[in-house]
DNA sequence: CGACACCTTGAAGAGGTTCAAGAAATGTGG
DNA sequence: CCACATTTCTTGAACCTCTTCAAGGTGTCG
């Protein structure tokens, strides 16, 4: 089991600068190390918790792509959100100490549980754990208010290329290619995401494809010309 | 001094309920008092903080209706989210220690400053405010999950439906009538959070009317039938 | 290799936007 | 306190973007 152990270390990830606080010292670093009570594997296609569910732990992504989806009485879907490894989902359930969303992986997936009592116990003595649990609620705010924006006040073709803009920059951060992706998630998915129909994504593509704006090859896509996405998202200001 | 430290005092307030953890021994209540610094008046119309300003607090709002907007460079405008009293505002600017959105009055109200540090001192030592701090902020995400479903996938009318009763209930849950109630927002500014143009929320408004489920002149609105805006919301299921 | 899920494209249609004009309410200054 | 300016709201008509419905093509996985 020490193995195990060792396996599990935040102290030797090499997703921590993504998911846990940085600049720590030593003693903090090994304290860090008890907030990760197990990982766990999750199959491309099942889920990692289910709105209704107890809330019992955040989860880091360690391996893999998930979306986040809410779902009404009356059957309506809305993707809230995809995300990928080095961060961390299941915020959603603190509240009501019960999950509101459901967590599904895009592709074979690895999370580390991280017990939400540790995570309080642990944040109240190391003040920068604290700050960061803190943050990463605050950057969750803020992405949503981005979103709200996108799905407000913008026309098809802007969310589509805001879309791809923030998943190229997010992969770049991660250390891929800032030009190539592999999308984890249908047309629907991304339509249910950014508020349209999966006729009008696919469209939407087609459109960047003629523009050489986008290579499109099903789910490859090529990022031909980065400037002009950004032109559409932001059509008053040149660049 | 003695007056003013009386009356900024937490333990005194009666919206303690709403804003603060319930349920805190004697001891704990005393050290809340120090969280708020200062109140702070905010006139109609101006802001309690802008977009780019350096963040330093969280706002508990003890009288007056405020809105939150983020602005884009090319002058989009979305508005995120209304607040009433006894709600919290500002934690979108703990990520980068800077606000990303403007918060404006829409009424003469008044807030406390809570600055952030102490937040975090005392949530170190009271576990039942560190735990409703977690709370708060998890409450906004799943808030705002709420918004993404009304944007990504309801019509125009759905949308007002929801969010006449979204109004409603927390009115309600401030001792207010669960019918009658006075819009503090133009339909300029319901229709940005809404996603829609204001001549489509003034019609929306106008058919309800037509349909009596609700009674509206100009800001003075009166829920006739809340059953029939609930059906309208989520057709499927008949309640 | 065949079944199934996913993607693309076309054509018709609906819901919401845009533009425009006038009415009602609100605020301001004399 | 009233008159005027300004903001806000309502309503109509034409238009446009996105949706809906439909069919066929492409890729993937057991």
């Given at each position: 089991m020490l193995k195990d152990t060792i396996n599990i270390a935040c102290s030797n990830c090499n997703l921590?600068?993504?998911?846990?606080?940085?600049?720590?010292?030593?003693?903090?670093?090994?304290?860090?190390?008890?907030?990760?009570?197990?990982?766990?594997?999750?199959?491309?296609?099942?889920?990692?918790?289910?709105?209704?569910?107890?809330?019992?732990?955040?989860?880091?992504?360690?391996?893999?792509?998930?979306?986040?989806?809410?779902?009404?009485?009356?059957?309506?879907?809305?993707?809230?959100?995809?995300?990928?490894?080095?961060?961390?989902?299941?915020?959603?359930?603190?509240?009501?100490?019960?999950?509101?969303?459901?967590?599904?992986?895009?592709?074979?997936?690895?999370?580390?549980v991280m017990p939400f009592d540790r995570i309080e116990e642990i944040s109240r003595e190391v003040v920068a754990l604290q700050r960061h649990v803190h943050k990463i609620m605050s950057r969750e705010i803020v992405r949503e208010h981005g979103v709200m924006l996108l799905l407000g006040s913008m026309r098809a073709e802007e969310r589509l290329a805001a879309f791809l803009l923030n998943l190229i920059q997010r992969l770049q951060a991660r250390g891929f290619s800032r030009s190539d992706l592999v999308l984890r998630m249908t047309r629907e998915e991304i339509g249910s995401y950014l508020g349209m129909k999966l006729e009008t994504v696919s469209r939407t593509f087609s459109r960047f494809s003629e523009d050489g704006i986008v290579e499109v090859n099903q789910r490859h896509i090529v990022i031909r010309d980065a400037e002009a996405l950004r032109r559409v998202v932001n059509p008053q200001v040149c660049h």
């Open positions: 921590r600068e993504l998911c846990m606080p940085i600049g720590l010292g030593a003693d903090d670093l090994v304290r860090l190390d008890d907030l990760v009570a197990a990982r766990r594997p999750v199959k491309r296609g099942s889920s990692l918790f289910r709105a209704g569910e107890k809330f019992t732990s955040l989860y880091a992504i360690r391996v893999g792509f998930f979306k986040t989806c809410v779902t009404t009485e009356d059957g309506r879907d809305q993707v809230t959100g995809f995300q990928m490894a080095g961060e961390v989902i299941g915020l959603d359930g603190i509240v009501n100490e019960q999950h509101t969303c459901n967590a599904i992986a895009l592709e074979d997936a690895e999370v580390c």
